[in-house]
T-cell receptor, first 111, second 118 residues
Framework: QKEVEQNSGPLSVPEGAIASLNCTYS??????FFWYRQYSGKSPELIMS????GDKEDGRFTAQLNKASQYVSLLIRDSQPSDSATYLCAVAKTSYDKVIFGPGTSLSVIP | GAVVSQHPSRVICKSGTSVKIECRSL??????MFWYRQFPKQSLMLMAT?????????EQGVEKDKFLINHASLTLSTLTVTSAHPEDSSFYIC??????????????FGPGTRLTVT
C-alpha cells in the first residue's frame, strides 16, 4: 500500500464550479497535512496546511481532515482556469519532518 | 519572508561529470533541509534529509556516494551529483524548514533545478 494515495485524474470542472480533490494516507501517526499546487515545470507551492480534524478555510480553498478515516480533502470554490494544475497531497509526522507526497491529481478548469 | 533559492535553475552536463546544486534559505535559518527528485509526470520523491553540521540521512535506494549532500551552514545545503548519467536527468527540488507566520514550522520549497545529462 502506498503511503499517500490520490486519484491521478485528470479531473475536469467548468469554470465557477467546485473542484473536490481527495487523498488518503496510511501512517496513522501522521499529524501534519499539506496541499501543494504545482504548475508544469515549476516547483510546488503550498496552498494549505491542516493539523486538526475538521475544516480549514482560506479564501476559495477549504481543506478537510478526518484522522479516524485517514482522509484529507481540498475543495476549490469558484474554480478558475488559473487553478488548472497538479495538486499534491502531502503528509508528515510533524510540520518539520520529511514530507511524503502523493502522486498528485491533475485538475483542468474549463472556461 | 521564507524564501528559498536554488542555483543553478538549469544545468546541462556531459555523462561522467559532476554537478553541484545549491539550496539557500534567504531570510531564515534552516537546521533541516530536504532534497527531492521529480521525474516527468511523477510526484516528488524524497532523496535525503540534510541537517546542519551532521551527515545527511538518505532514503532507501538513494546512493549516498553518488548524491553527496553537505549542509555546512544554517542557510546553505548543497547536492552534488557525481559521475552523472543520463538517467540522473531530473528536476531536483530542495526545501527548508522554517517558522511560518502563525508560528508553526513549515517547509518552503526552492524553485528547482532542471538537470539534463547528455
Amino acid at each position: 500500500q502506498k503511503e499517500v494515495e490520490q486519484n491521478s485524474g485528470p479531473l475536469s470542472v467548468p469554470e465557477g464550479a467546485i473542484a473536490s480533490l481527495n487523498c488518503t494516507y496510511s501512517d496513522r501517526v501522521s499529524q501534519s497535512f499539506f496541499w501543494y499546487r504545482q504548475y508544469s515545470g515549476k516547483s510546488p507551492e503550498l496552498i494549505m496546511s491542516i493539523y486538526s480534524n475538521g475544516d480549514k478555510e482560506d479564501g476559495r480553498f477549504t481543506a478537510q481532515l478526518n484522522k479516524a478515516s485517514q482522509y484529507v480533502s481540498l475543495l476549490i470554490r469558484d474554480s478558475q482556469p488559473s487553478d488548472s494544475a497538479t495538486y499534491l497531497c502531502a503528509v508528515a509526522k510533524t510540520s518539520y519532518d520529511k514530507v511524503i507526497f502523493g502522486p498528485g491529481t491533475s485538475l483542468s478548469v474549463i472556461p | 519572508g521564507a524564501v528559498v533559492s536554488q542555483h543553478p535553475s538549469r544545468v546541462i552536463c556531459k555523462s561522467g561529470t559532476s554537478v553541484k546544486i545549491e539550496c539557500r534559505s534567504l531570510d531564515f535559518q534552516a537546521t533541516t533541509m530536504f532534497w527531492y527528485r521529480q521525474f516527468p509526470k511523477q510526484s516528488l520523491m524524497l532523496m535525503a534529509t540534510s541537517n546542519e553540521g551532521s551527515k545527511a540521512t538518505y532514503e532507501q535506494g538513494v546512493e549516498k556516494d553518488k548524491f553527496l549532500i553537505n549542509h555546512a551552514s544554517l542557510t546553505l545545503s548543497t547536492l552534488t551529483v557525481t559521475s552523472a548519467h543520463p538517467e540522473d536527468s531530473s528536476f531536483y527540488i530542495c526545501s527548508a524548514v522554517g517558522q511560518g507566520a502563525g508560528g508553526s514550522y513549515e517547509q518552503y520549497f526552492g524553485p528547482g533545478t532542471r538537470l539534463t545529462v547528455t
